[in-house]
């Protein structure tokens, strides 16, 4: 009989812990490096636009059209581009880091990688269904996206009915719908009487919670990334709810201080008091490599995970929450199952930050923000205040930072303390006295809409006021005197400030609208065919660069991106000088636009026209 080989190496413990270790780093790298590891990017992908011409060539097209020397409409884009969003491609980002879901942000084409062409609506699109009825169905053919009806039809998100896709109002952490649970909230908030004006939902679906609060007089921006729902924030607009497409992944959002009454996550999974990408992932080999009981590795790792933990979510939360605001968080992490750390985690960070407690209920935290400034415990984050070079209000293209804004720099203020909703829209806030002659240069502003608007509808005869306008866009916004003019109009407006202009929008909040931060050198986070209504002043200092004559972008692709944005038989009105007029002329005859171009209203000042236009419905 023959003997074992007593010199044989024998498998002990650490060598199958060293094989499995080197293999999990390898599928870790393998999932959070490369594409590999998100089926969630090929699920909406949809073909990447590329340009395939030349870039001198471009260069030169767009010339022609600028001069007037091109006079065909612009080629539509291939059918397969219906949906296309240039800065949130999911082709272009799968390529990109998994890091804070940084492929999930806003990564831009740089421009002669764009083609020049007009994004075509799908086949059987139709003029959408009128507001208030958009609240609750909308066309099925306008979005043909059933996954998010399939999926969470059962929570009340939506589903498919004939013709159209049916909104009941809920949403995952409220089935039944969104009134119950904001009766709930109101036990606990001052959901009426204009305290609370300005809220944020982050991770929103379809958007139902906000739209429900618009009976409240809150005024709810929604966002949401283009994720495996693909289509979510595409749905709200459609059916006339404030949203955005946006990705709270390693920048600041793009948004002032203090700019939200009431901030809001329902299952929204954005790790608040996020760990280290080390422990988690040491953690994770524990659990499931040797099959070690989870309750047991967190208890007995729990003295040394409190010292990885990182709150820099939380604390962008905090940079955008008015003093004296409420957070509310549904869902995990609260008093769920197998959540325990990070729901201890999430309330040591609040209790850092000197957030007082009003009520956990169920799956529910609610927190006000200390009016008081500053307070900050000593905590184990090693969380500071922020330096006083730090501007809290620049947010374009800024990374995400571990520190905290003081509550009163620059004149913000907390509830309370401002004026509530409706007085605070017309009342100059104290932010506004940063600028030289602020307050006189917002009251003229404020005057100086009324009348405008006052013009556009009874000169000029631009549907404002009428159900044939819902969502409206100001692309150069400043104080927010335009939307300001059209409060008691059924509508809503996203105020755009110009990155490179002076940074008014936390004025504009202050006021009780809404709005963020863009450079219209590039695409708008936002799906084709969102908008009623678009407005610009001054459209020709949108390309330029600050303190120069000299454009860094094309008027063209700036008016191809208004087309893509406008709705089927929409408006654009834009105002300018005559001659930047003349131009944009030119450039809405290959848009296909039908125009007019109108003095400006009797009683004001200077030689500027304005141009209205109507997109015309086409099909490819």
Not at 241 to 265: E, N, Y
Not at 272 to 298: D, K, Q
Not at 470 to 499: Q, S, Y
Request: net charge positive; proline share 8%.
């Amino acid at each position: 009989m023959a003997q074992p080989n007593r010199n044989a190496r024998q498998w002990k413990f650490l060598d199958i812990f060293t094989a499995m270790f080197f293999s999990l780093v390898l599928l870790f790298f393998l999932l959070v490096f490369t594409p590999f590891g998100d089926p969630l990017a090929d699920s909406g992908r949809q073909a990447l636009l590329l340009s395939t011409s030349d870039p001198k060539q471009r260069h030169r097209f767009v010339s022609l059209v600028e001069l007037g020397e091109h006079r065909q409409p612009i080629e539509p884009c291939p059918p397969d581009s219906v949906d296309h969003m240039p800065c949130e491609d999911p082709k272009r980002n799968s390529q990109l880091s998994r890091y804070m879901n940084f492929y999930r942000e806003r990564h831009c084409p740089l421009p002669d990688e764009m083609p020049l062409c007009l994004i075509p609506p799908p086949l059987d699109y139709k003029i959408p269904v009128q507001w208030p009825e958009s609240l609750h169905k909308v066309w099925h053919s306008n979005m043909p996206h059933n996954k998010i009806a399939t999926r969470k039809g059962h929570q009340g998100w939506m589903k498919e009915e004939g013709p159209y896709f049916i909104f009941p109002g809920g949403g995952t952490m409220f089935p039944d719908g969104a009134l119950p649970y904001i009766d709930k909230l109101r036990r606990f908030m001052p959901i009426k009487g204009g305290i609370i004006r300005t809220a944020l939902d982050m991770g929103c679906g379809v958007a139902s919670f906000g739209g429900s609060l618009l009976a409240e007089g809150i005024l709810t921006l929604s966002f949401a990334p283009r994720d495996s729902h693909k289509a979510q924030i595409q749905f709200a607009l459609e059916r006339g709810i404030p949203a955005f497409v946006l990705m709270f992944g390693t920048r600041r959002l793009p948004f002032p201080a203090f700019a939200f009454d009431f901030i809001h996550c329902s299952r929204c999974l954005i790790p608040f008091a996020a760990y280290s990408g080390f422990f988690f992932f040491f953690e994770m080999l524990l659990i499931y490599s040797f099959r070690i009981s989870t309750s047991f590795v967190r208890c007995s790792m729990k003295k040394y995970w409190i010292g990885f933990a990182d709150a820099t979510y939380f604390i962008e939360v905090d940079r955008l929450l008015r003093p004296g605001g409420f957070l509310v968080i549904s869902g995990p992490p609260v008093q769920w199952p197998k959540k325990e750390r990070e729901w201890e985690e999430l309330q040591a960070v609040a209790r850092a930050l000197c957030y007082e407690l009003i009520i956990v209920e169920g799956n529910t935290v609610i927190w006000k923000k200390p009016d008081r400034d500053p307070c900050l415990n000593p905590n184990e984050f090693r969380i500071g205040l922020c330096d006083e070079s730090d501007d809290p209000n620049v947010a374009w293209y800024v990374n995400l930072k571990r520190c905290v804004t003081p509550s009163f720099i620059n004149g913000g203020y907390a509830i309370g303390k401002i004026p509530g909703w409706p007085e605070r829209l017309l009342r100059a806030p104290s932010r506004a006295l940063i600028m030289n002659n602020g307050i006189d240069l917002f009251q003229a502003d404020t005057r100086r809409w009324a009348t405008r608007v006052a013009y556009y509808k009874n000169t000029l005869k631009v549907k404002l006021g009428t159900p044939a306008i819902r969502n409206v866009m100001d692309m150069n916004a400043f104080f927010g005197g335009f939307a300001a003019a059209l409060e008691t109009d059924p509508l809503w407006v996203m105020n755009v400030v110009p990155a490179r202009k002076p940074l008014t929008l936390d004025i504009i909040y202050d006021r009780g609208l809404i709005g963020v931060y863009h450079d219209w050198c590039e695409p708008f986070s936002t799906y084709p065919r969102t908008y009623d209504l678009i407005h610009v002043a001054s459209i020709d200092s949108l390309t330029k660069l600050p303190g120069s004559r000299n454009s860094s972008c094309s008027l063209v692709d700036l008016m191809a991106e208004i087309d893509r944005m406008l709705r089927p038989e929409g408006t654009a009105v834009i105002q300018d000088s005559p001659e930047v007029i003349k131009k944009v002329a030119r450039i809405a005859h290959v848009l296909r636009w039908v125009t007019t171009i109108n003095n400006k209203e009797p009683e004001s000042h200077g030689r500027g026209k304005i141009l209205v236009a109507t997109k015309t419905f086409w099909h490819l």
